[in-house]
């Protein structure tokens, strides 16, 4: 009799299957990465890398010839080019996060009396990112009288983001797509485990902080305005949001997203997709945004509450993102034991 | 007095404990855990009580390197009480010294290290050959490991378990890359399986290991089932420590020839004694009762608390819950001064590390100690008046997030011992079961 006992294994994987929801069988996380490389990041590395290109270009066109319309041009330029690096901040794993990508190009406000006083400082010190990059040239081009008494910087500065675009570039199209496709499992270091880490922690930190949340004074106490992204041009730093938002919701609402990888499992909460209450929360944001000031300097100076519900509706995706997803998608912290206790 | 029987399954529990010891304490160090864990940290979270056991810098590799040399003097029955005696204490200020690592496994180790430390086993391998002891040892051995599966089994008859295969039906599929089981993992029916499955395991495994006509099938599905669970779950070396522990199970023929292999290792030699029974019986008595007694009840105290256990984890830990809850949370504080209009939103990560802030935003004795925490930071840094106040947020097994601590609540005047519904919302939700 207790021979049967042996069976007892056997019966359970015996038990008469369910009809699944979905099938979450076929979906390939492998294929998923793929798609997220070869469609979202290397896109945004050659959109970026362009864009850094262009830009270095005309302002040696500047540095040669200092004339008004030349000018004109660097700015657009600029402007093309901080936008695209939106596009492209939220996905800084391998070169990018290695190259410190982040910090070299966008760490703001910029210290204008550094900037002044160490025109030749060492660009590649951790302690100088905050006289590099976008907003060190945004003081630059907007925020001095004559932007043409600092060509050399200019051409400095623009050297340099361009050569940390063609780098990042080149390592991913070389070597890390590769490694990157095939690390396709399920830890801390793992690709899928990684980038939804690193996308999830850019959305918290410099998209809901960064650009909104540090302005309005969500952190201390009251506005500050002089902490608004690309303070000088004045009129691009809801641009830049709206492009870093977009960039969020594209990247969640893709072919083969994060919404896809949480349809696939079937993620239901209170009865509604979860991807259906993120993707509600990302319009509703975008609604938001849209009225306000294209400043948002001066939007915290004449009317602090618009951005502050901008803020919060900021704010809901971040518990939707980071607490609802990652438990969903079982997406690793850290390597160590632990066991759920 | 009873009869005696040889003391083999003593011994070759013994040498299994420790090397099973050493080998995670090598481990541990080899992971870098030491530093990660202990030293790098500037804060800790401590248990009630024991708020004075703290890392001991860099000797606390020191305590580790003690809790090693013990581990290698118990596998070889060196000085085997004293051994025992060390290895408890070591072993057990390494796991107090910061709760965040908390297993239950650890938790065995140490109870069954104090245990261990009343249990006479006789020295080496070669001498303990043909020595004879008490049976009751061999069983208080056996009614340990037996409480453990079966009270673990226990606790898996609750309705997130049963009829949602909750936690696994979140874990296991994301083991989609293990070969040939990934995509099994992927069907609902399979959650089900393991769920229903492990809780018969437990509660089953117990009696099918001291039943001499199914032990050692019960042994291969020991085996079996913790290998799985090694492949599909981080939790280091619990299996390996499980698989050995239930040997203890079998009679001595088999560990009489166990330790017959083991004889032929060449150790100093030492007294060869054929009966170990006789000394100090009473006081041992008494004292594995009381061990016995605590093994058998603490884990019911949650009993005494009618909030809803996996919620509030009041009575949670140290109770052979395993693998029950998935828990995220994210907890967001705010330090006002009540004397000034200042005010400060904490970056948690200023103070703990990627894992600490994990474990903390999920379990209210944690988030009411680093709030405390923060009040002193803020103090030393000028707050008049801290108050400190969280916006935070839980999801439980699967459920929509909901908000966690109540954001009106000052938590800095808060009472470490204030019972948690007071400050805590309550769950939107039931969960039915032990």
Redesign the interface.
Known sequence: M?RL??L??LL??A????P??VD??S?D?GKMLTFWADQIIVPAYQDFTAAARTLDASVNAYATAPEPTALATVRTDFATAYLSWQRLSPFMVGPGQQLRLREQLNVYPTDSSRLFAQSDADLTLPSNTDIQGFPALDLLLFGTGDPAQHVEQLQRLTDRILYLATEAEDAWTTTYRATYVAN???SAT?SVDRTVNSFVQWYERNLRAGKVGIPAG????GPLPDRAEALYSGDLSRALFLEGLDAASNFFDAELGLATYLDA?G?R??GDLLSTRIRAQFREARTQAASLDRDFATQVTTDNGGMLQLYDALQRN???L???M?????IN????????? | MRTEISASPLVVFRTGFGLMMLLSIIRFWAYGWIDKLYLQPDFHFSYRYFEWVQPLGVYTYGLFAVAAVAACCITVGYRYRLAMVVFFLSFTYIELMDKTTYLNHYYFISSLSLLLCFIPIPAGWAAARGCKIDPLYGNVLRLFVAVVYFYAGLAKLNSDWLLQAQPLAIWLPAKYSIPLLGDLLQQRWVHYGFAWGGAAYDLAIPFLLYWRRTRTMAFALVVVFHVLTRVLFPIGMFPYIMIVSALIFFGPEMHDRILAVLSRIRLPSMPSITSISGRDTRWRHVAITILLLVHLLLPLRYLLYDQELFWTETGYRFSWRVMLMEKAGLATFTVRDAQSDRRAVVDNRQYLTAFQEKQMATQPDFVLQYAHFLAERYRAEGFLEPAVYVDSYVALNGRLSQRYVNPEVDLAAIDIDEPVERWLMPFNDTIYGF
């Open positions: 207790y006992l042996y007892l294994p359970l994987l038990c008469e299957p369910e699944a929801e979450t069988a979906f996380r396709s499992g399920n793992a969500v952190f201390g106490n499992l993620v909460r209170d971040v518990i939707l980071k607490v609802d990652l438990q969903a998608l079982s912290v850290d390597f160590v034991d632990a066991d759920g206790d």
